[in-house]
């Protein structure tokens, strides 16, 4: 007798009476969950786990089809998957989009946060990363590239403005969908997105930041100008340089400084920055969609009334004018590439080229938002002026990232060289 309890104690019972055990109604799962246990209890631990894990993957429904608990959750993850390597590749125009249609569904905690003048902070905010992740050896390697840059500079500051003409021309209601727009041409280039979208072509990335951040620090002189030149005189505004200029020195400048300053003065910050590049242009981001969420919260009641025919419209001249830009700096630089020696040129190369390209074609949104901020209503409602600029934001950005996308299918090779 004894030697019989030992050999049921120590023999495992055989895959055919647990099945039975778990497919017969009389006998559910948690009655096989406790034979299975008493087992384990008796004598050895490990006869508990491969019963364990057979009696969760042979479980049945009412109907006796088998249910898979790990498959389900694994189709979900895989659903989920496509949706999170979405947005984090395209986080940007989705948090400028997520921002816009916060706004238009619940302005109240936008409007509280206007209150609190928070887009100030973000403008500040987003100011201080451009200059905690301003290298200095990158400026420096783009002075080989220097008559690129130059050019870079006027196209930017100095003939974009002029496009400001053509905008203007259009009739519209509102009309600071208008405005709005040609205040968007004077702007200086964008702060992160030329780059990055230079990185990813295989173009001159030092050249590209240079000229972001020289055009962005010139734009605080420039800028009041052009707008007093080419807009204020169309729509009869005196624009206030001398207090604009402050401003812009106060919500742009220093910030950028403060970040450079902080970035030289710390060990280990810079390193720190650097290995988390991505995180940090997150947080710009995200301080970026701030700013159309407080606009679009001010103005709902207004925009509500705007015919989306109209709304479209004004999408529609956004996307134009930065068509109209990539068309100009693309036929530039061929022309000052066959003036200026032809494929020995600096104009030549294609590093070059694609930085120019980008980078000058493009219109930043954060200094138009603290330009219409310092205007203070002179040239209209400030939601209506900034909201098609948030449009105009996002077309550039997905026109470009196609652009780049194009350049890398037929010259794929100086993307993979950079790469390596």
């Known amino acids: 007798m004894a030697a019989t309890l030992q050999?049921?104690?120590?023999?495992?019972?055989?895959?055919?009476?647990?099945?039975?055990g778990l497919v017969n109604p009389r006998f559910p799962p948690n009655h096989a969950f406790f034979y299975s246990t008493s087992i384990t209890l008796n004598h050895n631990r490990s006869i508990y786990r491969p019963i364990r894990a057979l009696e969760r993957s042979d479980q049945r429904d009412g109907n006796g089809d088998k249910v898979n608990r790990v498959s389900g959750s694994a189709s979900g993850l895989n659903w989920a998957k496509p949706l999170l390597n979405f947005v984090a590749n395209n986080f940007l125009p989705v948090a400028l989009v997520s921002g816009v249609a916060l706004g238009l569904a619940n302005p109240s905690l936008g409007c509280l946060a206007d209150r609190y003048s928070l887009s100030k902070f973000s403008t500040f905010g987003i100011f201080i990363i451009s200059g905690l992740t301003l290298r200095s050896g990158d400026i420096g390697a783009a002075a080989e590239a220097w008559p690129v840059g130059v050019f870079g500079l006027v196209s930017i500051l100095m003939i974009s403005p002029y496009f400001s003409r053509a905008i203007l021309q259009m009739q519209m209601k509102p009309q600071e969908f208008v405005t709005g727009l040609a205040i968007f041409s004077c702007m200086p280039t964008t702060l992160s997105s030329g780059v990055a979208l230079t990185q990813l072509a295989g173009g001159n990335s030092?050249?590209?930041l240079a000229m972001t951040v020289i055009s962005n620090m010139l734009g605080i002189l420039i800028v009041p100008f052009s707008i007093s030149k080419f807009i204020a005189d169309g729509v009869g505004v005196s624009v206030p340089t001398k207090q604009l200029f402050r401003s812009l020195v106060l919500t742009l400048l220093v910030p950028l400084i403060l970040g450079k300053v902080f970035r030289e003065s710390?060990?280990?910050?810079?390193?720190?920055?650097?290995?988390?590049?991505?995180l940090f242009s997150k947080f710009s981001?995200?301080?970026?969609s701030l700013v159309p969420w407080i606009q679009v919260s001010r103005s709902r009641s207004l925009l509500l009334m705007v015919k989306p025919t109209v709304f479209l419209i004004a999408i529609g001249m956004g996307a134009l004018l930065h068509v109209f830009l990539l068309a100009f700096n693309a036929l530039a630089i061929q022309s000052l590439s066959a003036v200026t020696g032809g494929s020995k040129s600096n104009f030549s190369k294609k590093e070059n080229a694609s930085a120019l390209v980008l980078v000058a074609s493009q219109k930043t949104l954060p200094v138009m938002v603290a330009v219409v901020e310092q205007l203070g209503g002179a040239f209209g409602e400030s939601g209506l002026l900034v909201l098609p600029c948030v449009a105009a934001h996002i077309n550039q950005i997905i026109m470009d990232s196609l652009l780049v996308n194009l350049w890398l299918r037929k010259d794929p090779v100086p993307y993979n060289a950079k790469a390596n």
């Open 7 to 20: 050999t049921l104690i120590l023999t495992p019972p055989s895959p055919q009476a647990l099945s039975f």
């Open 206 to 208: 030092a050249l590209a």
């Open 266 to 278: 710390f060990n280990g910050l810079a390193d720190f920055v650097d290995h988390n590049r991505k």
């Open 285 to 288: 981001a995200l301080f970026l």
